[in-house]
């Protein structure tokens, strides 16, 4: 699949096949950037595009630990709720009296221990991760209602100073500190996909399971490293989204993890495994974001265009990764 | 004696029957009211009844998927198909001048039948022309069908009042629910077109091995659409239900995580996620199952979200128990030392007696 295009052609054709799909988007987020800055006097304004990243920030984090998933060909369906468990424990907890540190650190260990109890059945047992994950997102979203069925509000001090620290002039372009935050888990888990050994087994998984047993990689390792990397995203994810509310609700996120997949496969990454980055990812994310920025600027589309322009483009990425001859099991 | 018991043990519907009996039997000791049935007005009625009525629309999805899954597939889209069917079928009544007249109600079915066979049709020219993998071309239906069930609604709740419509999911018939007869009936036909033909053993070589059906002569990929079809169908039959069972139509919340319900049915019955062989009684009794265990968790005053929780422990349960690797791992245990007392299903049933 990494093989080089040697046809003689013009100069663009010779592009490595597997940045094809990444460049795409990233022509499309212009695209879209474009008609809404010729449309809209106001979308020309920098801020809006840090709002992009200040609404978006716990679904970036999200979709950078879908995307660890989805290189392997596995799903998580579970984030969803682990984001909504992660900010309803949190949100418990500092209401029940708890100081702030110890429970950020209980909230981020909710996460990558279901994801690695996940990643022990699908290993262990060989059972789809469709069918292991569908589980999770069970369980966490009826321990969300556990605790409680209405929101419970946070008031601690260092969650509303998170959510109010404005980094940049605060009357002019600023970001919250979840971006920076964000930011920091998509260039960590680039890093990791890129350079390190885990990253390159998880490629190698993705690729092919049974060559990769073969080349003597540790394939379950792996395995259920990247559901548990997929739940610890969940939790940074659950922790950003009750910064950005101040509050834990049971049915908040409820549907995200379509979002998720959404995002990583507009990223252009392959759902069969193998072939992807998480740069990809970040561009998804933007596209999503932009097109509720473009709804909302319009004013006269209601949001369920939302739902029928994203399932749009999914379709068109889709097939567009098949056109170009990425190859589907 | 003992040899009857482990023939009978064996037997594929073995543990559904027995999970849904002591369901029945907890809930009996519980409220020892439950399993009683009373006449009035000439209409049976009952817990047990209520559970049949309710889970009607489960059976129906569940039969469609059954199919697809035997492929080897899955449909994602069915709760999206749902909201569409009954949003059109609510649509079209409440815009005629006459909302009791059976033309308006049968033309409003017509019409949110047609649509949803579309629908199937265009998830099933995804999977079997294009060849994407079946959970991502479904899963684009889901996405946008939501959209489109609250583009049709405009993003109201559209209630209508008509009779005809309310009997697919309140009317009786014969002193039963109706929606029970119509469940049953799609049962029927499915299994009889199924099991009668050779079109159910050619449903289960196409998910056995696609390309080796091909080569044999069968026509996988008409297979293929065909079950997207019909699991369209059912889901709108389903979609029906539902909104007649409230009288209104919601584009955001009629027959959402039906699908992973269905799922979750289709694999408590026993048929395999990987496709290949098909149990359309046992797709029913997981539905049953599933109803009941609804119906329990909420006539114990628990909340209704906090059942998915156990609907967690049961998916985990099932799957583990029809895992050949947890079978293996659990048949050394025992041949070797003594028998351990966690045995696989134990943790299932104590779970739903909680």
């Not at chain 2, 906090?306 to 895992?323: D, E, G, P, R, W």
């Amino acid at each position: 699949m990494s093989t080089t295009s040697l046809t003689t052609g013009p100069r663009w054709a010779r592009l490595p096949r597997r940045h094809v799909p990444v460049l795409v988007t990233l022509a499309l987020l212009l695209v879209m950037y474009g008609i809404g800055v010729s449309q809209y006097r106001a979308f020309s304004n920098v801020q809006v595009i840090f709002n992009v990243f200040i609404d978006n920030g716990f679904l970036l984090v999200v979709a950078v630990g879908m995307t660890f998933v989805i290189l392997t060909g596995g799903i998580d369906l579970s984030v969803g709720s682990v984001v909504a468990m992660t900010a309803m424990v949190s949100a418990w907890l500092l209401e029940s009296g708890l100081p702030a540190l110890p429970v950020l650190i209980i909230a981020l260990l909710i996460g990558p221990t279901l994801g690695f109890l996940m990643g022990c059945a699908i290993h262990f047992f060989d059972i789809q991760p469709f069918i292991v994950t569908l589980a999770g997102m069970f369980f966490a979203r009826g321990m969300c209602t556990f605790i409680s069925d209405s929101s419970i509000r946070i008031t601690d001090g260092f969650w509303t100073t998170m959510a109010q620290y404005r980094i940049g002039d605060p009357r002019g372009n600023f970001v919250s500190v979840s971006v920076l935050i964000a930011f920091a888990v998509v260039l960590i888990a680039a890093y990791v996909l890129a350079y390190t050994r885990l990253g390159r087994n998880v490629y190698a998984i993705g690729g092919n399971p049974q060559s990769a047993l073969l080349m003597g990689l540790p394939v379950g390792r792996t395995r259920i490293a990247v559901y548990t990397i997929s739940g610890l995203c969940s939790a940074i994810g659950g922790i950003l989204l009750s910064f950005y509310t101040l509050s834990g609700a049971p049915l908040i996120a409820v549907g995200m993890e379509l979002d998720v997949i959404a995002a990583v496969v507009i990223g252009g990454t392959v759902l069969t495994g193998g072939s992807g980055y998480v740069f990809g990812t970040v561009l998804g994310v933007l596209v999503l974001g932009v097109i509720q920025t473009l709804i909302t600027f319009d004013g006269s589309l209601n949001s369920w265009w939302t739902k029928i322009v994203i399932g749009g483009l999914l379709f068109a990425f889709i097939l567009f990764q098949r056109l170009i001859g990425i190859r589907y099991k | 004696m003992n040899e009857r018991l482990r023939s009978m043990a064996s037997h594929r519907l073995f543990w559904p029957v027995a999970v849904l009996v002591v369901m029945l039997a907890v809930n009996t000791i519980y409220r020892p009211g439950f399993l009683a049935v009373e006449v009035n007005n000439g209409h049976l009625y009952g817990t047990p009844i209520d559970i049949l009525r309710l889970s009607a629309p489960l059976i129906l999805v569940g039969l469609g998927m059954t199919l697809v899954i035997s492929t080897g597939g899955i449909d994602l889209s069915v709760g999206s198909i749902c909201a569409i069917s009954g949003a059109i079928a609510c649509l079209h009544i409440s815009q005629a001048p006459d909302q009791n007249s059976l033309v308006t109600v049968f033309t409003a079915l017509a019409m949110a039948l047609g649509a949803a066979l579309v629908l199937g049709a265009w998830n099933g020219v995804l999977v079997s022309v294009i060849g994407i993998q079946p959970i991502i071309a479904t899963l684009i239906l889901m996405v946008a069908g939501r959209g489109l069930a609250q583009l049709v609604t405009e993003g109201q709740i559209i209630t209508i009042n008509s009779g005809p419509y309310r009997a697919l999911g309140l009317g009786h018939l014969l002193t039963l629910p109706l929606a029970i007869f119509i469940a049953l009936g799609a049962a029927l036909l499915i299994a009889a077109l199924t099991r009668r033909t050779a079109l159910g053993m050619i449903i289960e070589s196409v998910g056995g091995n696609r390309e080796a059906s091909r080569l044999a002569g069968i026509r996988s990929a008409r297979m293929v659409f065909l079950v997207y079809v019909v699991s369209a169908a059912c889901a709108a039959v389903a979609g029906f239900m539902m909104t007649a069972n409230v009288s209104s139509a919601d584009g955001n919340n009629a027959g959402l995580w039906v699908e992973l319900d269905a799922i979750l049915a289709v694999v408590i019955g026993g048929t395999s996620l990987a496709g290949g062989r098909f149990y359309l009684s046992g797709t029913i009794l997981g539905a049953l199952i599933i109803q009941t265990l609804t119906t329990t968790v909420y006539a114990m005053n628990i909340s209704p979200q906090t059942a998915l929780l156990f609907k967690a422990v049961v998916v985990i349960a099932v799957c583990l128990i029809q895992a050949p690797e947890f079978r293996a791992k659990l048949g050394r245990r025992r041949r070797g030392g003594p028998p351990s007392p966690s045995s696989a299903p134990q943790p299932q049933k104590e779970e739903v007696t909680a």
